[in-house]
């Protein structure tokens, strides 16, 4: 496994060893003790979610204010661009953002730790999206923040306008955001 530092210290890209002949691939996709020797997070993960969607979908940027959830995001079919805030005030990188290309192909997995907004806009006719988390999805805790904020200026590969849900549509600027601490 090879780990990349991102800009943001604390997000990680990580690129799985793959094994491949005539007849496909192999990867491990996640092993605990591997992850830990090399990232050096003892990280205990409690759900796997799936989403499947279509090209030009743009889900986020989404987080929890309260139990906040470290996902653990790849692509197993199609690809995403996918980003994280830092939306942690006391941090150095308070308002920044970093973004990958995350596919079936490229078997790249990041790291998005509690204390971040996480989002993904689907570049390919669709894409299967796992991610595993930290914490549990709590619906009363959970927030938004605008895709298109100008003060994150986030580089979106959009051409023409997205597709987005209706919380996401009406999400408030960063602003105005519950943040962390």
């Not at 003790?33 to 993960?45: I, Q, S, V, Y």
């Not at 308002?95 to 990958?100: D, I």
């Not at 790291?111 to 549990?136: C, R």
């Amino acid at each position: 496994m090879n780990i990349i530092k991102t800009a943001i210290p604390d997000v990680l890209v990580i690129e799985p060893d793959v094994f491949g002949d005539a007849r496909g691939v192999f990867h491990e996709s996640f092993n605990q003790k591997a992850w830990r020797e090399a990232t050096g997070l003892d990280t205990t993960f409690v759900q796997d979610n799936h989403s499947r969607s279509v090209k030009n979908v743009l889900r986020g940027l989404h987080y929890q204010i309260q139990q906040p959830q470290g996902k653990l995001v790849r692509v197993v079919h199609g690809s995403v661009f996918d980003v994280a805030v830092d939306i942690r005030r006391s941090s150095p990188t308070f308002g920044k953002w970093v973004g990958f290309e995350l596919s079936g192909g490229n078997f790249r997995q990041m790291w998005v730790p509690e204390g971040f907004a996480h989002g993904f806009l689907v570049l390919s006719d669709t894409a299967d999206f796992l991610y595993k988390t930290t914490d549990y999805w709590a619906a009363p805790h959970e927030r938004a923040i605008a895709w298109n904020d100008p003060d994150l200026a986030i580089a979106w590969p959009v051409q023409g306008l997205p597709i987005l849900s209706a919380k996401d549509s009406s999400a408030p600027p960063f602003k105005e955001a519950e943040v962390f601490e």
